[in-house]
């Protein structure tokens, strides 16, 4: 099997679809009166890559999450390398790990032996950081908007 390394923005990008799913589904729950939107955040972060190593936002980059054998990634794993993503803060310092690990394997991937593998591989990582700085700015109107409510 082919490994393919995806670039930073790329992954950046995935996981930005990903928050703004959580994010909003979030929101919902508070305009519906239910104040759990962290904890449907964590959740969604943590679970997100546990069906066929692929979170929604990794589909639609298409990226997926694979072992050491190449195959996607199970369950145990998936929460294993997500669980550090749901602390405040470690985000950012995951993504300076994996900007400078030859693999691009954050600390999760290194505690659950997984990878991320690029199934398209093509170079449009300019494209993507636009993409990842405008869902940005959306994530944080939904977050600003639902810590007002």
Same mark, same amino acid.
């Given at each position: 099997m082919d490994i393919h390394k995806p670039g930073p923005n790329?992954?950046?990008?995935?996981?930005?679809?990903?928050s703004l799913i959580a994010s909003g589904i979030g929101?919902?729950?508070?305009?519906?009166?239910i104040k759990i939107e962290w904890l449907v955040w964590i959740a969604y972060i943590?679970?997100?890559?546990?069906?066929?190593?692929?979170?929604?936002g990794k589909f639609c980059v298409n990226? +997926? =999450?694979?072992?050491?054998?190449?195959?996607?990634?199970?369950?145990v794993q998936s929460v294993?390398?997500?669980? &550090?993503?749901?602390i405040p803060v470690f985000p950012i310092i995951e993504y300076f790990v994996m900007m400078n690990d030859g693999l691009g394997r954050r600390i999760?991937?290194?505690?659950?032996?997984t +990878? =991320?593998?690029d199934l398209e591989s093509e170079d449009k990582e300019s494209l993507y950081l636009m993409l990842s700085i405008? &869902?940005?700015?959306?994530?944080?109107?939904?977050?600003?908007?639902?810590?007002?409510?």
């Open positions: 790329k992954r950046v990008f995935a996981f930005l679809i990903d929101l919902f729950l508070s305009f519906a009166g943590v679970l997100r890559d546990c069906y066929n190593g692929k979170s929604i990226l +997926q =999450v694979i072992n050491e054998e190449g195959k996607p990634a199970n369950f294993t390398r997500n669980i &550090l993503m749901a999760g991937d290194k505690l659950a032996k +990878q =991320v593998n405008a &869902l940005a700015i959306i994530v944080a109107l939904i977050l600003t908007i639902s810590s007002k409510k």
